[in-house]
């Protein structure tokens, strides 16, 4: 098994990528600590697992998960893996309004007509930037130093953060969630460089679609063309993205730091 004996915390573990991580890091034989804002779907993955605890925490406030990191140590005794997943995108009623632009430029561009403006950036909100961006990058660097202290003082370990095919391509009324997305590739590069000479890994994963819960709460004409965008005429599961995160936290990837895996399905192809 590849992670025999590791303590694995797995943030975001109530759902989708998160969950098929801390299933199939339990499975390699890792002690998996189930991190998530939601308490009960943490509870329901780590009560399927055979040596696993659930930890309520909100990645974005920094002293939760300081305490969340050292419950996980007094039970656990140690840290030896972060996968990092938990994250939200920018919310049903964003992504309606993106929907309904969209619709209304492809109509004038058919019909021969001035474009509109989608409308969207100029009227952002600044909590909602805020909360995207306080969730996805400050919580990536927040769980990240809360492990590091304890990686440091091993002198081992081994941290998977989660960022998107959105941070390279951008996303036309997203400037939040790719915001994010490309903070997280370039603070991962940073870490990566700090902490090697240390024994610590770290690198990301730059997922395309992905089915999961989150991927589902988008449009039909989104799914689609995330589908029509990948040469391989599908979007991901999140036990293939699982099983790059276990490559990444396993010895496999000894060689590795500082990468972005771009699990697109070819997106990126020339
Ligand atoms: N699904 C995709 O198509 C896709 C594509 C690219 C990147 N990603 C990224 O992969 C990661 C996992 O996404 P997913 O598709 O599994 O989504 P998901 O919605 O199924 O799971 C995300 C989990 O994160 C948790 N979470 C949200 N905010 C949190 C917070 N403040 N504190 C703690 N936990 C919080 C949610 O409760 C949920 O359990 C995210 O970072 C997402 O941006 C997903």
Not at 64 to 69: E, I, Q, R, S, Y
Not at 113 to 134: F, H, K, Q, Y
Request: glycine share 10%; with cysteine; proline share 4%.
């Amino acid at each position: 098994m590849k992670l025999d004996g590791r303590v694995a915390i797995v943030t975001g573990g109530g759902s989708g990528i998160g969950a098929a991580t801390a299933r199939l890091f339990a499975a390699e034989g890792a002690r998996v600590a189930v991190l998530d804002a939601d308490g009960e779907g943490a509870q329901t993955v780590a009560a399927a697992l055979p040596d696993a605890m659930a930890v309520a925490v909100d990645v974005s406030d920094a002293p939760m998960v300081d305490a969340a990191v050292a419950n996980v140590v007094a039970e656990f005794d140690r840290i030896d893996v972060l996968v990092h997943c938990a994250g939200l995108d920018v919310g049903e009623a964003w992504k309606q309004r993106l929907y309904d632009a969209s619709v209304a430029q492809s109509k004038a561009r058919t019909a021969g007509e001035p474009l509109p403006a989608l409308g969207l950036t100029e009227s952002l909100d600044d909590d909602s930037w805020r909360r995207v961006i306080a969730v996805n990058l400050d919580g990536t660097f927040f769980c990240c130093r809360a492990v590091l202290r304890h990686m440091v003082e091993q002198r081992s370990g081994v941290i998977v953060t989660m960022a998107s095919n959105a941070a390279q391509l951008g996303v036309a009324g997203m400037p939040h969630y790719v915001a994010s997305k490309a903070g997280v590739i370039g603070l991962t590069r940073s870490l990566a460089r700090e902490f090697a000479p240390l024994g610590i890994r770290v690198n990301t994963i730059a997922p395309g679609g992905v089915d999961t819960p989150m991927f589902r709460r988008n449009a039909e004409t989104v799914r689609r063309s995330a589908v029509a965008n990948a040469p391989l005429g599908r979007v991901a599961t999140p036990e293939e993205i699982a099983n790059i995160a276990l490559f990444l936290a396993s010895d496999d990837s000894s060689y590795l730091i500082g990468e972005t895996v771009n699990a697109n399905g070819g997106t990126f192809l020339p």
